[in-house]
């Protein structure tokens, strides 16, 4: 069982920085693939971006390529989100999810999902 706990979100000026962090009890957490997805007030949940275990491999939204980076540190069990050149639009709450493979990421169809963390972002 894997247990995922988000942080680091907050309000920033458009153009500005956030560091969001995805932190993992479990000792599965080396071994499965993470991603990011946000949900806006009144819209779907969007994939923003995902790893692998390895973290040889990494996956983005088309919105948020040259923008955000996505990592992970599997001594910490930590992955981490970092995103930059913020925009109005990427206020959402974030939330990480994991999974055995990063296909089953990408697709949201993970089997552990974080609580989620605000992130607003004023123009």
């Known amino acids: 069982q894997v247990q995922l706990v988000e942080s680091g979100g907050g309000l920033v000026q458009a153009g500005g920085s956030l560091r969001l962090s995805c932190a993992a009890s479990?000792?599965?957490?080396?071994?499965?693939?993470i991603g990011w997805f946000r949900q806006a007030p009144g819209k779907e949940r969007e994939f923003v971006a995902a790893i692998s275990w390895s973290g040889g491999v990494t996956n983005y939204a088309d919105s948020v390529k040259g923008r955000f980076t996505i990592s992970r540190d599997n001594a910490k069990n930590t992955v981490y989100l970092q995103m930059n050149s913020l925009k109005p639009e990427d206020t959402a709450v974030y939330y990480c999810t994991g999974a055995a493979s990063l296909p089953t990421v990408v697709a949201g169809s993970g089997n552990y999902w974080g609580q989620g963390t605000q992130v607003t972002v004023s123009s």
């Open positions: 479990g000792r599965t957490f080396r071994t499965i693939a």
